[in-house]
Structure formats: C-alpha cells, structure tokens
C-alpha cells in the first residue's frame, strides 16, 4: 500500500445559491415563455429527480429560437453571493489547498460562470455533464443511481466526494481537511460523509444548516454557518478550524 505522500485541505463548492446568488437552471428555465408545455411538466412530475426534465426544457427552449449565447448570457449575468468572488480568489492565493465544485447545475453552466468571471484555480468541477454539439445545448446525467435517498437521480453528492478522495488517497495525497460549502437539501448527503476532521459551511438559514441543525447528532464535522464569503475570509485568516500543515 503506497504510503500518503504530501498533504492537502480540499475545498468542495456547490454551485447554485453557493457561489452565485441563484439558482442557474431556474433563471435559464425562465426563459421559456409561459407556459410551459403539458409534455415537459409531466416529464418534471412523471420523473421526479431525474434530469429529464431539464434536458425537454433545454430542448425546447432551443427550438423556440433562444441561442446558446443567449442562456450563457443569462448564466454569466447571475449575481455572486456576496464575498464569494473574493473568497475563491483568496482561497486560490493559498497553498496546500485543491478547489472543486460539486454541482447539481451542469459542467458547462459552472465553467462559463467561472471563466466569465475570472475564477481560477478550480481543479475539477463535478455536475452532470453538459456541452454545446451542433449549435445545441447537451445536458446528460451524471449518473444514474438508485442507492441514496437524499440525492437527486442523476447526481449522488456524497458518492462523488466519496470518490473524489479515495482517487485523491491513491494518487499520493492525504487531505488533512474536506472543507464543504454549499445550501442545499443535496449537500446534506455529502455532509454526512465528513469526518471530525473536516469543516461544513453552511449557508446561513438555508436549507442545509437547517438540516444540520435538526439532525445534528448525525453530522462529525465542525459547523460553521455564513452569510457572505468575507465572513468566511476572516475565519480563514484566523485559521479557526483548520489546522494548517
Ligand atoms: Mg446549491
Ligand atoms: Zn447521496
């Protein structure tokens, strides 16, 4: 068994209602003029949690006439959390630290976010998988799963971190800490797999600190709840939490 060759804190970021104040399927699901048709809803009622409904949405939008250029625009136009720019920029200055987003949006959606807004350092971003063919927009499942009942059909949370670190542990890297942000009833599943060692920042009121707090015997990791990135900065500074390598 090769033995952990160097140390890293690995910082996982939801997406929506995370980093951007919003929620990047429904601005884009808005686009679509009202209503909706019967087909697609039902696809929305018939195949709770699956991914369907967004791909009959995304198609449908497109036949409308609404261009890829024009549901990245709508994208890039969401508005950051507060401090959230600034904190995966000062996350980014340090070292020893691997930045990850963990999305239920899409990858194509989290990349143009990020490359449109100048956010570098993000090592991997884990969504379902999405990219423009022929001039259209394709979305597909992350996965496929029927084992866990708090995630979504097509994206279980807490398996891909759950993967993420065992691929990390092989290739050499042992991480002292998983720091996880996120809002959502979905981070709940991967906030169950940190450990005591590890840190869950909520977003303050939302879905997941609510749930943290009435399940909070369940839950090993160290808790800290937050309202912008700049709060999150000075903990940061302060290193509370962390015990830096
Ligand atoms: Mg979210
Ligand atoms: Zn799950």
Request: charged share 20%.
């Amino acid at each position: 068994m090769s033995q952990p060759q160097y140390n890293k804190h690995l910082v996982i970021f939801d997406f929506d209602d995370t980093i951007i104040d919003g929620n990047s399927d429904a601005e884009v699901n808005s686009m679509h003029p009202r209503p909706i048709p019967d087909e697609i809803t039902q696809i929305g009622i018939t195949h709770n949690g699956s991914i369907d409904f967004k791909v009959a949405l995304f198609a449908s939008l497109q036949q409308l006439g609404v261009t890829i250029d024009q549901i990245k625009d709508k994208v890039i136009n969401l508005p950051f959390v507060p401090g959230m720019k600034e904190l995966l920029d000062y996350l980014h200055s340090l070292e020893d630290l691997e930045l990850i987003i963990l999305s239920g949006a899409n990858t194509l959606f989290v990349r143009w976010y990020l490359d449109a807004m100048g956010i570098n350092g993000v090592s991997q971003i884990l969504s379902n998988f999405a990219e423009v063919k022929d001039g259209r927009l394709v979305v597909r499942c992350h996965h496929n799963q029927t084992w866990c009942h708090m995630c979504s059909k097509n994206l279980c949370k807490g398996r891909l971190l759950e993967n993420l670190i065992q691929e990390r542990t092989k290739s050499g890297v042992s991480h002292l800490s998983v720091l996880y942000f996120g809002d959502g009833k979905n981070d709940f599943c991967p906030t169950l797999k940190l450990s005591e060692h590890d840190v869950v920042f909520p977003r303050h009121d939302f879905p997941l600190h609510k749930l943290i707090m009435q399940n909070s015997s369940d839950v090993k990791a160290k808790l800290f709840s937050w309202k912008s990135g700049f709060e999150v900065i000075e903990i940061f500074k302060k290193k509370l939490f962390i015990h830096w390598a």
